[in-house]
Antibody, heavy 123, light 107 residues
Framework: QVQLQESGPGLVKPSQTLSLTCTVS??????????WSWIRQPAGKGLEWIGLIYRTGSTTYNPSLKSRLTISADTSKNQVSLRLTSVTAADTAVYYC???????????????WGQGTLVTVSS | DIQMTQSPSSLSASVGDRVTITCRASQNISIYLSWYQQKPGTAPKLLIYTASNLQSGVPSRFSGSGSGTDFTLTISSLQPEDFATYYC?????????FGQGTKLEIK
């Protein structure tokens, strides 16, 4: 059974870089049929899709974050990472990673999800 | 981008009620829609994919329907554990935007 666990600093200063890691257990991130995505949720608000990385290493980002965002993968550690630069208070949120079942972009779905990690942007 | 709009934003209902939540896409997404349930302090959980396919382990009182731009999630007989927030998500290509959520509360 695949499990995902997000980790990283809980507090980041404004203008600095937010870096998170999603460690996958019970399955390989380079296995076929799946890819990996990040989603975030500000307190009391809805879900915002951040971006994704395919097992080939190619990525797709939310246009609203694209200029500040990098998603990468380390197959040796079975980890997917997120890096968001120049953060502001608006980036304060719970950040989730999720496995996405790949139907070629038509019907792909997110399951399972990690438990999420809260990142607060504050000085 | 395809935008998703859910209605209502919140809903009060009683145990045993039949409840329907609606999701509308800003353009035709065929059947490429998923539904998620989120309880406070926990990650979202997949309920339904491709509009009407029930994820393994999800109770049969949950059902989904629709195609094109209009979709519904129905809970046939509400149970206490169903009080949560529900999100739709379009899966007809990136970016995979979510709806704003529907909070289902106990009446």
């Amino acid at each position: 059974q695949v499990q995902l666990q997000e980790s990283g600093p809980g507090l980041v200063k404004p203008s600095q870089t937010l870096s998170l890691t999603c460690t996958v257990s019970g399955g390989s991130i380079s296995g076929g049929g799946y890819y990996w995505s990040w989603i975030r949720q500000p307190a009391g608000k809805g879900l915002e899709w951040i971006g994704l990385i395919y097992r080939t290493g190619s990525t797709t980002y939310n246009p609203s974050l694209k200029s500040r965002l990098t998603i990468s993968a380390d197959t040796s550690k079975n980890q997917v990472s997120l890096r968001l630069t120049s953060v502001t208070a608006a980036d304060t949120a719970v950040y989730y990673c999720a496995r996405v079942t790949d139907y070629g972009g038509k019907g792909d779905y997110f399951d399972p999800w990690g438990q999420g990690t809260l990142v607060t942007v504050s000085s | 981008d395809i935008q998703m709009t859910q209605s209502p934003s919140s809903l009060s209902a009683s145990v045993g009620d039949r409840v329907t939540i609606t999701c509308r896409a800003s353009q035709n997404i065929s059947i490429y829609l998923s539904w998620y349930q989120q309880k406070p302090g926990t990650a979202p959980k997949l309920l339904i994919y491709t509009a009407s396919n029930l994820q393994s382990g999800v109770p049969s009182r949950f059902s989904g329907s629709g195609s094109g731009t209009d979709f519904t999630l129905t809970i046939s007989s509400l149970q206490p554990e169903d009080f949560a927030t529900y999100y739709c998500q379009q899966s007809n290509g990136n970016p995979f935007h979510f709806g704003q959520g529907t909070k289902l509360e106990i009446k």
